[in-house]
Each structure stands twice: as C-alpha cells, then as structure tokens.
Nanobody, 124 residues
C-alpha cells in the first residue's frame, strides 16, 4: 500500500514536500514514479527514481522539483520548489518492483502499485 501526504494550498513561488510511504514493502527495491492530474486533463508524468537512485523529470518541472529516498523511513519524497499555478493537480505516487530504466520510467503502465493521491493547489 502506498500513501501520499504533504499536499495543500500554497501561493505561487512557495514550496511543498510530498511524501510517498510504503507499508509492507522494502521501498528501496522499487522504482517509484510521481504523476499528476489536473482538472480536465490526462494524468502526466512528473518525476521518478529507480533502485539505483537515478532520477528523471518532466521538462515542465526540471530545476524546480526533486525526488529522493529515505530508505530508513521507507519513504520517497517529491520536493517542489518555485511552485506555479499550473502545478495545481492531484499528485500520485506509483511503484514497480525492481529497476526501471529508459522511457519506461515515465510511463504509467510501467507501475503496478498506486497511491490514492494528494491535492496540490497553487494560487497566483
């Protein structure tokens, strides 16, 4: 089971840190992705981190968002800085056991486990 937390309402240029916690799994063995869905839009890739710690980011968030692990807490984080109103969406984490590389890391169907999502709202 994956549980996201950390969403909320912030102003433009603020920061938020989302957490994705796993229960019953050794999260360090998984590739974890972050996706978001804005109202009226398709869900889209945001960021991912694989077992080796390699990361990938959507162009729209590069330089502003960072994903990283805390294996001791069995948690993956998404640090979001310089937030913009267009970042407003429901953010979900997803996981797949093992190492994922290449274009698969940004593809929804790669992932087997999904969290319930957390709302992030950025006001202008």
């Amino acid at each position: 089971q994956l549980v996201e937390s950390g969403g909320g309402l912030v102003q433009a240029a603020d920061s938020l840190r989302l957490a994705c916690a796993a229960s019953g799994r050794t999260f360090s063995l998984y590739t974890v992705g972050w996706f978001r869905q804005a109202p009226g839009k398709e869900r889209s890739f945001v960021a991912a981190i694989n077992r080796s710690g390699n990361t990938d980011y959507a162009d729209s968030v590069k330089g502003r968002f960072t994903t990283f692990r805390d294996n001791a807490k069995n948690t993956v984080y998404l640090q979001m800085n310089s937030l913009k109103p267009e970042d407003t969406a429901v953010y979900s984490c997803a996981a797949r056991f093992g190492q994922v590389t290449g274009t698969g890391i940004s593809t929804e169907r790669t992932y087997d486990y999904w969290g319930q999502g957390t709302q992030v709202t950025v006001s202008s």
